[in-house]
């Protein structure tokens, strides 16, 4: 079933995790770059940084996206940027997309820098890297917004579902959703 054929008031739990799951695997691969999308959260910003930071590690890229503007008073790229050094990335591997406020525009925005920096016509595989209830989503806006000729996958953080409260999962599940039926992100992967 497509996400706009299910009712967003009618999610449940298992539903929640059904959806937030279909159609996602983490088969890593090389890549051309390695996108991290920001979060107000600083456990989830941490999760996002450490598994960008060993795929680098582990040659999978040699170059790595943060991108996220300021919410909450923390401008999300440039800290993940400064953590990611921390723990070993070199900074001329690091770019920042700063001006970002969620995840449609963490796309559009950092389409720029990429084009900016690295040249789209050079792109050829990204690896999207978020938490797991949030990489679904990540994923679909992808697909709704990139050049069909950048084939993606996605990456997912070490803060599986069962650690998130039911409410994120179920209200995450309903964004789908409502997404999906407004055509904000694709309806499928």
């Not at 084939?151 to 599986?160: C, I, R, S, T």
């Amino acid at each position: 079933m497509k996400l706009t054929d299910y009712d967003e008031n009618k999610v449940d739990l298992p539903l929640a995790k059904q959806l937030l799951r279909e159609g996602l695997y983490e088969n890593p691969h090389p890549s051309d770059l390695l996108f991290v999308f920001g979060c107000p959260s600083a456990k989830h910003r941490t999760v996002r940084i450490q598994k960008a930071v060993a795929l680098y590690q582990q040659g999978y890229s040699s170059k790595i996206l943060f991108s996220g503007g300021n919410l909450k008073g923390i401008d999300e790229a440039e800290a993940m940027k400064q953590e990611a050094i921390a723990l070993g990335v070199q900074e001329k591997d690091i770019l920042v997309e700063t001006i970002s406020l969620n995840t449609t525009e963490n796309i559009l925005a950092s389409l720029y820098v990429i084009e900016k920096h690295l040249h789209l016509s050079n792109i050829h595989t990204i690896t999207f890297i978020s938490t797991e209830a949030h990489l679904k989503r990540c994923l679909l806006t992808a697909k709704k917004y990139l050049p069909a000729f950048i084939h993606f996958d996605g990456g997912k953080a070490n803060l599986p579902l069962e650690e998130e409260t039911e409410q994120a999962l179920i209200q995450e599940a309903q964004k789908l959703i409502l997404y999906a039926k407004k055509g904000f992100i694709a309806e499928e992967l």
